[in-house]
């Protein structure tokens, strides 16, 4: 009998039927926990990134200085809606005078289904974040059109989105970081009497109110303007209205064809719409935006122009003047700052409702100075000297010739008129002149339209007849008139100047409203990018700058 059970044994033990089987039943198992393992990370990294996700949206939101509730509630309740509010462990909320940071933790137990088997009994998801705002420094331009074409709805809702960007980047600043300049624009610029002061001016027509300067094609190589060289400034004249071409004489005071009206003026008489220097007192801001009135022909190149120089780094020795004068407020100090500062941002909103218009302008040799015309101190007669009419280059005493031309009477004489007709040896001596001044062409302009000046004071004098008065009077108004600048250049010169600050790390906005595609095209090329180019109606112009200010503040996730 044993020796039977041992042979059973030996028999047991040799026989190798079902190995596999219980090889593939150990393989199948481990499949399965390794099945079960990859379960539970799954589930883990889901819950996780719900986790984190919502934790990164509710510290965004509650971080916000715009953020009027309480900012822990904010995350609370963003956790509640999203059905995971007993996986907040701690919310800390830190804020100062400029800044909020909000930091909130989260864990959720994925409650593990194999990795038992392991050995691990809790598999938390954590999740982890951190938002903050705070407002660096920031100096902010706004280049506003308030150009005819803006009159009405448009200037009043431009007026309202201005005033609440204002109070959006004003009101969490209570540290004085955000400084706005209000740069308004048309045909010109009028850069106030103040900064006027602050460049070489020549030509200066010496009204308060009528401030624009000429810059050379030259100057929009650079975004400075220099403060030495010199910069005219644009004379004060009507230069399109027409006056009547009859051969005969118009007096000097008759309204409609000889007084300026000024209505196509390139630079307006209008205090409200002069440049206003950086500045974080919102209610002077607004006030100064309330004012601005609509007016002129469109350059938008003239107003980005001095848009970018009053972020450049060069105007900083002048703006430190004005802060020791009191024009510019204390705390703003230092600015503009260094474009690679890293606490620092600047930014340029750029807004037109129109396109480019061609510039005409007086040329320099009419716009001050002494002109060849007197005017009499006895009655307010008129009278011209023509050197040509001079028998010798040479001569101060002019007995010997007729070269003065008194439009009134239509006749040449040897003396500026003075009330009365010069005897046969009552000469004119130079700069010695008896009850007629010689006119200053600043004194002129203010007084007479340009075609008037051309017609009876040269056309009438030197013409012979119909073709060869219009023939002198198209001579004198291609002399005192010319073109600035044409639409092209005016396109090409804005490109340069958009291109120069963009290299500097400015962030440009555009914005057009209702523009013609010209206007459009010209604007968003300015833009930074696609991104900062807004197509705006006028019932809309407020949200667009609503949606700036949001994109300036916009908030960094930090961690």
Same mark, same amino acid.
């Given at each position: 009998?044993?020796?039977?059970?041992?042979?059973?044994?030996?028999?047991?033990?040799?026989?190798?039927?079902?190995?596999? @089987?219980?090889?593939? !039943? +150990? %393989?199948? #198992?481990?499949?399965? &926990?390794? *099945?079960?393992?990859?379960?539970? =990370?799954?589930?883990?990294?889901?819950?996780?990134?719900?986790?984190?996700?919502?934790?990164?949206?509710?510290?965004?939101?509650?971080?916000?200085?715009?953020?009027?509730?309480?900012?822990?509630?904010?995350?609370?309740?963003?956790?509640?809606?999203?059905?995971?509010?007993?996986?907040?462990?701690?919310?800390?909320?830190?804020?100062?005078?400029?800044?909020?940071?909000?930091?909130?933790?989260?864990?959720?137990?994925?409650?593990?289904?194999?990795?038992?088997?392991?050995?691990?009994?809790?598999?938390?998801?954590?999740?982890?974040?951190?938002?903050?705002?705070?407002?660096?420094? @920031?100096?902010?331009? !706004? +280049? %506003?059109? #308030?150009?005819?074409? &803006?009159? *009405?709805?448009?200037?009043?809702? =431009?007026?309202?989105?201005?005033?609440?960007?204002?109070?959006?980047?004003?009101?969490?600043?209570?540290?004085?970081?955000?400084?706005?300049?209000?740069?308004?624009?048309?045909?010109?610029?009028?850069?106030?009497?103040?900064?006027?002061?602050?460049?070489?001016?020549?030509?200066?027509?010496?009204?308060?109110?009528?401030?624009?300067?000429?810059?050379?094609?030259?100057?929009?190589?650079?975004?400075?303007?220099?403060?030495?060289?010199?910069?005219?400034?644009?004379?004060?004249?009507?230069?399109?209205?027409?006056?009547?071409?009859?051969?005969?004489?118009?007096?000097?005071?008759?309204?409609?064809?000889?007084?300026?009206?000024?209505?196509?003026?390139?630079?307006?008489?209008?205090?409200?719409?002069?440049?206003?220097?950086?500045?974080?007192?919102?209610?002077?801001?607004?006030?100064?935006?309330?004012?601005?009135?609509?007016?002129?022909?469109?350059?938008?190149?003239?107003?980005?122009?001095?848009?970018?120089?009053?972020?450049?780094?060069?105007?900083?020795?002048?703006?430190?003047?004005?802060?020791?004068?009191?024009?510019?407020?204390?705390?703003?100090?230092?600015?503009?700052?260094?474009?690679?500062?890293?606490?620092?941002?600047?930014?340029?909103?750029?807004?037109?409702?129109?396109?480019?218009?061609?510039?005409?302008?007086?040329?320099?040799?009419?716009?001050?100075?002494?002109?060849?015309?007197?005017?009499?101190?006895?009655?307010?007669?008129?009278?011209?000297?023509?050197?040509?009419?001079?028998?010798?280059?040479?001569?101060?005493?002019?007995?010997?010739?007729?070269?003065?031309?008194?439009?009134?009477?239509?006749?040449?004489?040897?003396?500026?008129?003075?009330?009365?007709?010069?005897?046969?040896?009552?000469?004119?001596?130079?700069?010695?002149?008896?009850?007629?001044?010689?006119?200053?062409?600043?004194?002129?302009?203010?007084?007479?339209?340009?075609?008037?000046?051309?017609?009876?004071?040269?056309?009438?004098?030197?013409?012979?007849?119909?073709?060869?008065?219009?023939?002198?009077?198209?001579?004198?108004?291609?002399?005192?008139?010319?073109?600035?600048?044409?639409?092209?250049?005016?396109?090409?010169?804005?490109?340069?100047?958009?291109?120069?600050?963009?290299?500097?790390?400015?962030?440009?906005?555009?914005?057009?409203?209702?523009?013609?595609?010209?206007?459009?095209?010209?604007?968003?090329?300015?833009?930074?990018?696609?991104?900062?180019?807004?197509?705006?109606?006028?019932?809309?112009?407020?949200?667009?700058?609503?949606?700036?200010?949001?994109?300036?503040?916009?908030?960094?996730?930090?961690?």
């Amino acid at each position: 009998m044993f020796d039977a059970i041992k042979i059973s044994a030996n028999r047991f033990r040799r026989d190798d039927d079902g190995a596999l @089987l219980i090889f593939g !039943l +150990v %393989l199948f #198992v481990l499949m399965l &926990m390794m *099945g079960g393992f990859a379960v539970d =990370l799954m589930r883990y990294e889901n819950t996780r990134t719900k986790l984190q996700n919502t934790l990164d949206r509710s510290t965004l939101a509650a971080a916000a200085l715009s953020q009027q509730l309480d900012r822990e509630a904010v995350v609370r309740d963003y956790m509640q809606k999203a059905g995971i509010a007993d996986q907040l462990r701690s919310v800390t909320v830190t804020t100062s005078l400029n800044s909020a940071v909000v930091n909130a933790v989260g864990r959720a137990d994925t409650n593990p289904f194999f990795l038992h088997m392991l050995g691990i009994d809790r598999f938390d998801a954590v999740g982890r974040s951190q938002a903050e705002q705070a407002i660096s420094n @920031l100096e902010i331009v !706004l +280049v %506003l059109d #308030v150009s005819g074409s &803006m009159s *009405g709805t448009k200037i009043a809702n =431009l007026k309202i989105a201005a005033n609440q960007f204002v109070d959006t980047m004003l009101q969490n600043d209570p540290n004085d970081r955000v400084s706005i300049t209000i740069v308004p624009y048309n045909a010109q610029v009028n850069i106030g009497p103040d900064l006027v002061q602050a460049f070489n001016i020549t030509h200066n027509n010496n009204l308060g109110n009528a401030n624009c300067v000429e810059i050379a094609p030259s100057d929009f190589n650079s975004l400075a303007l220099s403060q030495t060289d010199e910069l005219p400034m644009m004379a004060y004249a009507d230069i399109a209205t027409n006056t009547n071409r009859i051969n005969g004489f118009v007096a000097p005071n008759d309204s409609s064809y000889a007084v300026p009206t000024y209505g196509s003026a390139f630079c307006r008489r209008v205090d409200a719409n002069i440049i206003r220097l950086p500045n974080n007192d919102a209610a002077a801001l607004k006030s100064q935006i309330s004012a601005m009135q609509a007016g002129g022909n469109t350059s938008i190149t003239l107003g980005m122009k001095w848009g970018a120089t009053m972020l450049d780094p060069s105007m900083r020795p002048i703006y430190t003047q004005f802060i020791g004068e009191g024009k510019i407020p204390g705390n703003m100090a230092a600015r503009p700052f260094a474009y690679d500062d890293p606490d620092n941002m600047k930014i340029i909103i750029l807004m037109t409702d129109g396109e480019h218009v061609s510039h005409t302008r007086v040329t320099d040799p009419f716009k001050s100075g002494l002109s060849p015309i007197y005017r009499s101190t006895a009655d307010g007669g008129y009278s011209v000297f023509h050197a040509s009419r001079v028998n010798s280059a040479t001569a101060t005493t002019l007995c010997d010739s007729r070269p003065f031309y008194l439009p009134s009477l239509n006749v040449w004489q040897s003396r500026p008129w003075n009330g009365t007709a010069p005897g046969a040896t009552d000469c004119y001596v130079a700069g010695n002149t008896v009850n007629a001044v010689q006119q200053d062409w600043r004194n002129i302009w203010a007084s007479m339209k340009m075609t008037y000046v051309a017609w009876q004071f040269y056309a009438r004098a030197l013409g012979t007849d119909s073709s060869t008065r219009t023939s002198v009077y198209n001579s004198m108004v291609a002399a005192m008139r010319d073109t600035w600048a044409s639409v092209p250049q005016m396109d090409a010169s804005l490109d340069q100047t958009c291109d120069l600050v963009k290299a500097q790390g400015v962030i440009v906005y555009g914005i057009t409203v209702d523009a013609p595609t010209n206007g459009q095209q010209v604007v968003a090329s300015c833009a930074t990018s696609s991104v900062h180019y807004f197509e705006a109606t006028p019932e809309r112009v407020a949200d667009t700058f609503a949606t700036i200010a949001s994109n300036i503040t916009m908030l960094k996730l930090t961690q």
